[in-house]
């Protein structure tokens, strides 16, 4: 069997029977597989309640609507900073297309607080396209083609699997087009590079961002620009996460379904995704800077992690 690496990781991640987010994940921080940024730094859901109440008032707009919530523990802090009087002016929805999760997220948050939905475009129709967006480390979770490039045909070519007894072999496949928005295709490194194309990212940004016609979006996640993000990193940056241990290399073809795969962002695109589909200038900072911007300090433990974590704003 042959098959594309963004159709394994799709697999991976979200086959209906198998996919470790349809079926394996139950919880995130100390007893997941994974910890997020939101469960190691608590001043972060503080920044986020100031920054929604700036951005309710400078547009008017009072749904608010998480992305991908975890086990709700964000969303849950979020409504205790931003106080029992901002809560009554506010309507919370939150996306999420995992059963387990959305029981772990009504557990921790009650029924009858939030409005859940399996898609933003979904949620967006129902609210006439006017919301606060915000999302703590969803775009890492997106399947990601995995390319690699050739100094001597300059040609960034795709990475396939062929599947024999249950094991994979690497198979470079067909080129992709430069002329695609991606702009890693754009580069021609020196030296042979792996890196990630987020297709299916670009893909849920154009389903959803014709339907959005006001509010702000925040967006968190690690990754970083070009040409930082493949600095140092000639085999790119997919990797596998089980109970809370890190696995590269061929790792990741075992554990399918059993554990987290991910890929760091590329905010360069990002950004020119949001600036394209918005007619907004974004703006690009470290979540400590955003922290910061806020009024608040991050806990000096993690200001490592505050500076690896990317966010993007945007206000319609």
Known sequence: MKESFRDFMWRALYH?????????????????????????NPPLAHAIARWIKEESRATGVIDIIEIGGGDGSLLKAIRTCLGWWSRLKLRFHLVE???????VQADNLGRRSVQWHTSLSEVLRLINGRAIIYHNELMDAFPVE???????S????????????????EELDD?????????????????????????????????????WRAGAMLSIDYGDKLPTLYE???NGSVRGYILQQRVEGSSIYLNVGRQDLTADVNFTDVVDWLKHGTQREPVYETQLSFIQRMGLQ??????????AFKCVTVRL
Do not use: C
């Open 232 to 234: 140092h990193r000639r």
């Open 146 to 152: 995995l390319v690699q490039f050739d100094p001597d």
């Open 154 to 169: 300059r040609i960034w070519n795709t990475i396939s699997l062929s599947w024999k007894n249950g094991l994979p072999t």
């Open 298 to 307: 991050p806990q000096m433990s993690h200001s490592d992690a505050d500076q």
């Open 16 to 40: 209906p029977e198998r996919g470790y987010y349809s079926k394996r994940i139950r919880t995130v921080g100390a007893s997941g597989d994974f910890s997020t940024s939101a469960s190691l």
């Open 97 to 103: 297309i995992s059963d387990s999760l959305q029981d």
């Open 175 to 211: 080129p992709l087009s430069r002329t695609e928005p991606f702009s890693v295709l754009a580069t021609a490194p020196v030296r042979p590079q792996r890196a990630e194309v987020a297709t299916d990212l670009h893909a849920w940004f154009q389903d959803w961002l014709p339907l």
